[in-house]
C-alpha cells in the first residue's frame, strides 16, 4: 500500500525556519518525481516545488522562490522541503504528493504557522 | 505560466440532479508528443484525491455517475446524479507544469 507521512509542522516565528519530511513507503520511492503542495486555511490548493526522481532538477512557485529547498534521500525513501524566511501567507497544511504525470497519492498533510 | 480557471466557485444542487463544473486553461494542455491531455480533477474529502486523470479517465473506485470530459483549454467534470457523499471541493489542474484551479465547492440544495 502506498503510503505518504508528512512530519515537521508547527509554529514559527516570521523569519524562522522549518524543514518538512515526508515519508514515502509501499513503492519504489527512487523512480517517482515528488511534488510539495500547500492549502491555507479556507483557500485553495496551491502547488509549491517538485523534484525529479533522481533530485537532479527542481522547480519551484514563484510565491516561494528564492526561500525554499526540496530535497530527497532516495535511500531512505525520504522527500523534504526546507522552508526559510518565513511570512504569515505562508501558513498552510503542505502535502507532500506523488507524481505519475498527476499526483496520484498524497499524504495527509501537516500544518505550518507563521506567527508572533 | 499557465493559469487555470474554474467556474463556478460553488454549486448547490438537488439530490440526484446534475452537477457541472467548468475548467478552462489559459493554454492548450494537449500535447501533440502523445496526444494526450494533462489535465487532472481532484475531490477533496477524506482519501486519496485523485479522481479523474487525462482529462476523462476515472480512478479505480471512482463511481462512474462522475464523468471528465474536453480537450484543449476547455474541461468539464459532471456528476450525471449526485449523492450526499459527493458534497466535496473538486479541482482541476493541468500537470504538465502543475497549476491548480481555485476550486469548486460542491453542496445539496
Known amino acids: 500500500e502506498v503510503q505518504l507521512v508528512e512530519s515537521g509542522g508547527g509554529l514559527v516565528q516570521p523569519g524562522g525556519s522549518l524543514r518538512l519530511s515526508c515519508a514515502a513507503s509501499?513503492?519504489?520511492?527512487?523512480?517517482?518525481?515528488m511534488h510539495w503542495v500547500r492549502q491555507a486555511p479556507g483557500k485553495g490548493l496551491v502547488w509549491v516545488s517538485r523534484?525529479?526522481?533522481?533530485?537532479?532538477?527542481?522547480s519551484h512557485a514563484d510565491s516561494v522562490k528564492g526561500r525554499i529547498t526540496i530535497s530527497r534521500d532516495n535511500a531512505k525513501n525520504s522527500l523534504f522541503l526546507q522552508l526559510n524566511s518565513l511570512r504569515p501567507e505562508d501558513t498552510a497544511v503542505y502535502y507532500c504528493?506523488?507524481?505519475?504525470?498527476?499526483?496520484?497519492?498524497w499524504g495527509q498533510g501537516t500544518l505550518v504557522t507563521v506567527s508572533s | 505560466d499557465i493559469v487555470m480557471t474554474q467556474s463556478p466557485d460553488s454549486l448547490a444542487v438537488s439530490l440526484g440532479e446534475r452537477a457541472t463544473i467548468n475548467c478552462k486553461s489559459s493554454?492548450?494542455?494537449?500535447?501533440?508528443?502523445?496526444?494526450?491531455?494533462?489535465l487532472a480533477w481532484y475531490q477533496q474529502k477524506p482519501g486519496q484525491p485523485l479522481f479523474i486523470y487525462w482529462a476523462s479517465t476515472r480512478e479505480s473506485g471512482v463511481p462512474d455517475r462522475f464523468s471528465g470530459s474536453g480537450s484543449g483549454t476547455d474541461f468539464t467534470l459532471t456528476i450525471s446524479s449526485l449523492q450526499a457523499e459527493d458534497v466535496a471541493v473538486y479541482y482541476c489542474q493541468q500537470y504538465y507544469s502543475t497549476p491548480f484551479g481555485g476550486g469548486t465547492k460542491v453542496e445539496i440544495k
Open positions: 493554454q492548450s494542455v494537449l500535447y501533440s508528443s502523445n496526444n494526450k491531455n494533462y
Open positions: 509501499g513503492f519504489t520511492f527512487s523512480s517517482y518525481w
Open positions: 504528493a506523488r507524481s505519475y504525470y498527476y499526483n496520484d497519492y
Open positions: 523534484i525529479n526522481s533522481d533530485g537532479s532538477s527542481t
